[in-house]
């Protein structure tokens, strides 16, 4: 009887520890690919949340009435009526912003860390009570993945 119990508890064998390394093989190939998403992602989120203090700095020119004379957007510069100066780029994935008279803010990503230079939009539109909202655009949102 001994010799029965010694043999029934040998390990594994080759099939069970192939079917675990295809099983684990399956779940990489699937894992991989999002996770490099996920990272680009992280990454273009530091060019959108570059665009928050110039976007707050025109709802306070418009609201001044220095960047909507007589109800219509305009008169929109960096350094002028609440709007913070040109935010400077960063080494690393901002390179740079740009604001239009009408209050268009576009930010474009660097060539680095995977980014492709795609940009992102913001665009007011001045509503009858005086309040802005936004749209947003630009090619992060027509891009393989879709980073903002």
């Given amino acids: 009887m001994k010799t029965q119990m010694q043999k ?3 390990g594994f064998t080759l099939i069970e520890l192939m079917i675990v390394v295809a099983i684990i093989g399956i779940l990489a190939a699937i894992a991989v690919p999002a996770y490099q998403e996920y990272t680009l992602k992280a990454k273009f ?21 220095a960047c909507a004379p007589a109800g219509v957007l305009g008169n929109v510069a960096f350094d002028f009526g609440g709007i913070p100066q040109v935010p400077q780029a960063s080494t690393y994935l901002a390179a740079g912003m740009t604001v239009s008279n009408v209050g268009v803010i576009t930010a474009v990503a660097t060539t680095a860390g ?9 665009t007011p539109t001045l509503l009858a009570d005086g309040k802005l909202t936004w749209q947003k655009g630009g090619t992060c949102l027509t891009g393989t993945p879709r980073l903002c």
């Fill in 8 to 10: 029934a508890q040998q």
């Fill in 45 to 65: 989120s530091e060019v959108v949340a570059a665009t928050s203090g110039v976007k707050a700095g025109i709802e306070i020119c418009v609201q001044d009435g």
């Fill in 114 to 122: 995977g980014l492709n230079a795609q940009t992102y939009t913001l």
